[in-house]
T-cell receptor
Framework: GAVVSQHPSWVICKSGTSVKIECRSL??????MFWYRQFPKQSLMLMAT?????????EQGVEKDKFLINHASLTLSTLTVTSAHPEDSSFYIC?????????????FGPGTRLTVT | GDSVTQMEGPVTLSEEAFLTINCTYT??????LFWYVQYPGEGLQLLLK?????DKGSNKGFEATYRKETTSFHLEKGSVQVSDSAVYFC?????????????FGKGTMLLVSP
């Protein structure tokens, strides 16, 4: 149980275009979803936290107009990278929590590799 | 702010060798501590956790003890297998607002050869 999927697993886009990444909780309802970014040989950096039906909370230094997050339902959150540039190339990982007693546990998706050319 | 420091890899071991991956943390409060594992091509999976000082987390032969006096949470396994090859992340949580944010270390790659 507690499976999280991401789509696509990898994407290549041209500079200036936008790309959407989906994060789905397959067998549970996710009250909270998190988006992370991971650079090679670096740790996961939290970008934003989203709760279903409300605006995402962005971490300091993350441009909210560039990284649009929509948590439209209890099983789906999307991250849209707008006007992508090569420096946005990275590995994006989402996670989700059930909001139950063990709310500290996050279930992670497999990640999406974004390459901007 | 909170931070996690873990040893750099890769750690290369032969099958059945003893494993230690060091992890130390800095936190203002009393965090919960975690080890996550990421197998090739897969998402992060929770390996074990400890929520208070002196707690020992264990799973699949791996152990880690929450040491408040040394602010450490070292991961150990007595006899590694080739299937343990993966990247291991130490993390801490900062509880609040009904959910926890996680602060991760950089990850340590473990390579186990037959």
């Amino acid at each position: 149980g507690a499976v999280v999927s991401q789509h696509p697993s990898w994407v290549i886009c041209k500079s200036g275009t936008s790309v959407k990444i989906e994060c789905r909780s397959l067998d549970f309802q996710a009250t909270t979803m998190f988006w992370y970014r991971q650079f090679p040989k670096q740790s996961l950096m939290l970008m934003a936290t989203s709760n279903e039906g409300s605006k995402a909370t962005y971490e300091q230094g993350v441009e909210k107009d560039k990284f649009l997050i929509n948590h439209a339902s209890l099983t789906l959150s999307t991250l849209t990278v707008t006007s992508a540039h090569p420096e946005d190339s990275s590995f994006y990982i989402c996670s989700a929590t059930t909001g139950e007693l063990d709310s500290y546990e996050q279930y992670f998706g497999p990640g999406t590799r974004l390459t901007v050319t | 702010g909170d931070s996690v420091t873990q040893m750099e890899g890769p750690v290369t071991l032969s099958e059945e060798a003893f494993l230690t991956i060091n992890c130390t943390y800095t936190a203002t409060g009393y965090p919960s501590l975690f080890w996550y594992v990421q197998y090739p091509g897969e998402g992060l999976q929770l390996l074990l956790k400890a929520t208070k000082a002196d707690d020992k987390g264990s799973n699949k032969g791996f152990e880690a003890t929450y040491r408040k006096e040394t602010t450490s949470f070292h991961l150990e396994k007595g006899s590694v297998q080739v299937s343990d090859s993966a990247v291991y992340f130490c993390a801490l949580s900062d509880q609040g607002s009904g959910y926890s944010t996680l602060t991760f270390g950089k990850g340590t790659m473990l390579l186990v050869s037959p």
